[in-house]
């Protein structure tokens, strides 16, 4: 079973509007959560990091919160651009463990 | 630049038909790891190495290998290729291991296996 849960699957949204994914994970114990933003065909970028002990974190237009009791984070995209279209991938990194857990994704697709 | 470099970038073959798809990273990072990624599925990793020589298996090894004889280069191995391993493969590189360091992604290999 994936540790991992990503919601929704994919959304469509207009050029300038806000959207939130959802991330929920089982992975446990915990040691930081990621956010990756993957373009069509190339390979994933890194949006933002996060410990267990932080609880929000930007880069840019990109917020990332977290909240490790209920285990769940979120990533808001504030005023969305053309070029936000793209997969964005919820990765969770357990303690003292190399493996990674990845989610499924959500699909993100900005309309003009 | 700092980059991961994976060869070749698209590959059609056959099945049975070995062949090495390799990565090379020039950052001096320690722990490298390999993906694959079909639809619906998400990334799944197949094999991480936390440094030279030290190798371990993710979560779907099965039908490869892997070496790393160098720090920087973390070839796969496909000594017998099936359809099933039909997919867009990533390397990937981070300086820690496990700990929140970036990871770079190479871009990536798609690979046919008819």
């Known amino acids: 079973k994936n540790q991992v849960e990503q919601s929704p699957q994919s959304l469509i949204i207009l050029e300038g509007k806000n959207c939130t994914l959802q991330c929920n994970y089982t992975v446990s114990p915990f040691s930081n959560l990621r956010w990756y933003k993957q373009d069509t065909g190339r390979g994933p970028v890194s949006l933002t990091i996060m410990t267990f002990s932080e609880n929000t974190k930007s880069n840019g237009r990109y917020t990332a919160t977290l909240d490790a009791d209920t285990k769940q984070s979120s990533l808001h995209i504030t005023a969305s651009q053309l070029s936000d279209s793209a997969s964005y991938i919820c990765v969770v990194s357990p303690l003292n463990d190399y493996k990674l857990s990845f989610g499924a994704g959500t699909t993100v697709t900005v309309r003009a | 630049e700092a980059q991961v470099t994976q060869n070749p970038r698209y590959l059609i073959t056959v099945t049975g038909k070995k062949l090495t798809v390799t990565c090379s990273q020039n950052m001096n990072h320690e722990y490298m790891s390999w993906y694959r990624q079909d639809p619906g599925l998400g990334l799944r990793q197949i094999y991480y190495s936390m440094n030279v020589e030290v190798t371990d298996k993710g979560d779907v090894p099965e039908g490869y290998k892997v070496s790393r004889k160098e720090k920087r280069n973390f070839p796969l191995i496909l000594e017998s290729p099936s359809p099933n391993q039909t997919s867009l493969y990533f390397c990937?590189?981070?300086?820690?291991?496990?700990?929140?360091?970036?990871?770079?992604f190479g871009p990536g290999t798609r690979l046919t296996v008819l």
């Open positions: 990937a590189s981070t300086q820690g291991q496990g700990w929140p360091d970036t990871q770079y």
